[in-house]
């Protein structure tokens, strides 16, 4: 069972459309990451929500950490070619130190 | 910014080989990091956690005499996939947090790609 059910799993849209993907758990977490991956390369740390309610901007990008710090949420606006890339979310649980990955969201924009 | 470096990028080698994977922290002193496993299109699995100057913690399924995991300095840590087969080809990639507690946030290094022939 995935303690951090990420969705979806794939995405496929046009360039300029808006989309939103989605963490959510039934366990608090202390912080959550989300981070871009391209092929052959690390993950790409893009933003920490630490605060339950916690809304953050990145350009076309808009992160939130829900009020009880269970789930999370990535909106892009517009997306862009460049957008293409895995998306994970990470939740730190509040005690210990590791993180706890969703499965990752497959998307791809089309020009 | 914090960067994680990690060597070899790439490698292939018969089976049989054994192979070192180094990760450093180039800005900053990594008492904790951390090393995963990924496979195509998929999330990271965790498979062990080290602390600088202690045994590492490896999750449950992984071998800790086939994946060897040291983290002598706060610098580096070394992982080393002791007689590799073609089922440990994976890519590798480690990441490494500031302090004890560890990882807000985790900085990754780029990974290795691990083919076993």
């Known amino acids: 069972t995935q303690l951090l059910e990420q969705s979806p799993q794939f995405l496929s849209i046009q360039e300029g459309e808006n989309l939103t993907v989605y963490c959510n758990s039934s366990s608090v977490f202390s912080s959550l990451q989300w981070y871009r991956q391209e092929p052959g390369e690390g993950p790409v740390l893009l933003v920490t929500?630490?605060?339950?309610?916690e809304v953050k901007k990145l350009k076309r990008l808009t992160f939130q950490f829900g009020d009880a710090r269970k789930d999370s949420s990535l909106h892009i606006t517009a997306a862009q070619p460049g957008d293409t890339g895995l998306y994970l979310c990470?939740?730190?649980?509040?005690?210990?130190?590791?993180?706890?990955f969703g499965a990752g969201t497959i998307l791809r924009v089309k020009s | 910014g914090a960067v994680v470096s990690q060597h070899p990028s790439w490698v292939i080698c018969k089976s049989g080989t054994s192979v070192k994977i180094e990760c450093r922290s180039l800005d900053f002193q990594a008492t904790t990091m951390f090393w995963y496993r990924q496979f195509p299109k998929q999330s990271l699995m965790l498979m062990a956690t080290?602390?600088?100057?202690?045994?590492?913690?490896?999750e449950q399924g992984v071998e800790k005499d086939k994946f060897l995991i040291n983290h002598a300095s706060l610098t580096l840590s070394t992982l080393t996939v002791t007689s590799a087969h073609p089922e440990d080809s994976s890519f590798y990639i480690c990441s490494a947090g500031k302090d004890r507690q560890g990882v807000q946030p985790q900085h990754f290094g780029d990974g290795t790609r691990l083919s076993i022939l």
């Open positions: 929500v630490v605060t339950g309610g």
């Open positions: 990470a939740g730190a649980m509040e005690y210990g130190n590791k993180l706890v």
């Open positions: 080290s602390n600088e100057g202690s045994k590492a913690t490896y």
